[in-house]
């Protein structure tokens, strides 16, 4: 099957320090790539969706300028965590898709601990 | 807006028993999906059901997509303990865009 690699799988930074998170689809072009954050036992939460070329579509209640979305290529989307709290410490975990409607396919989550 | 409620949140059963994780949408969905986590890891696809009233198998896995398309269910028959996780549905509106039911963990005891 399709492989999503996601990159790195934890990190831990300081309080105010920004975290880059990649998202990357090897084996096949990704035109839609989402976001979700997981906290633990809980649901995944659709935090924001990723399109090739353009603006990234957020969900209500998650801040665009909190977390920067960059699609810039059909295989590459990353997450920026900018000026990371404690609060933002979860597993984020990214997911791409060939087309509308299409299964998705995971990468492993990156686990931030923001101390 | 769109939401998917998934029942029941916890499941124990004895190895052998059956398992049933029941999700139901607010909207009518253009598909539904499920997936499974394993603890640590991170969610896998294991099907997607597209027509009203589709049933599909996928050895002692059953999926059953509601008439109305809007609710869904996952029956495990004679569980075993690697069918331990947890299962989500993911709903999908008219957009593409997937919603996430809260999940049903199932542990299995030897």
């Known amino acids: 099957g399709a492989v999503v690699s996601q990159h790195p799988s934890w990190v831990i930074c300081k309080s105010g320090t920004s975290v880059k998170i990649e998202c990357r689809s090897l084996?096949?072009?990704?035109?839609?790539m989402f976001w979700y954050r997981q906290f633990p036992k809980q649901s995944l939460m659709l935090m924001a969706t990723?399109?090739?070329?353009?603006?990234?579509?957020?969900e209500q209640g998650v801040e665009k300028d909190k977390f920067l979305i960059n699609h810039a290529s059909l295989t590459l989307s990353t997450l920026t965590v900018t000026s990371a709290h404690p609060e933002d410490s979860s597993f984020y975990i990214c997911?791409?898709?060939?087309?509308?409607?299409?299964?998705?396919?995971f990468g492993s989550g990156t686990q931030l601990s923001v101390l | 807006g769109q939401q998917v409620m998934q029942i029941p949140q916890y499941q124990h059963v004895q190895e052998g028993e059956d398992f049933t994780t029941y999700c139901n949408s607010s909207?009518?969905?253009?598909?539904i999906q499920w997936y499974k986590q394993r603890p640590g890891g991170h969610p896998v696809f294991l099907i997607q059901?597209?027509?009203?009233?589709e049933v599909k198998k996928q050895k002692r896995l059953t999926f059953q997509f509601g008439e109305a398309k809007k609710n869904s269910s996952l029956h495990i028959t004679a569980t075993q303990t690697t069918d331990v996780g947890t299962y989500f549905c993911?709903?999908?509106?008219?957009?593409?865009?997937?919603?996430f039911g809260q999940g049903t963990t199932l542990q299995v005891k030897p």
């Open positions: 990723s399109n090739e070329g353009s603006k990234a579509t957020y």
């Open positions: 084996d096949f072009q990704a035109t839609t």
């Open positions: 059901l597209v027509k009203s009233g």
């Open positions: 997911s791409a898709s060939s087309g509308l409607n299409e299964k998705l396919f």
């Open positions: 909207t009518t969905l253009s598909n």
């Open positions: 993911a709903g999908a509106s008219n957009t593409g865009k997937l919603i």
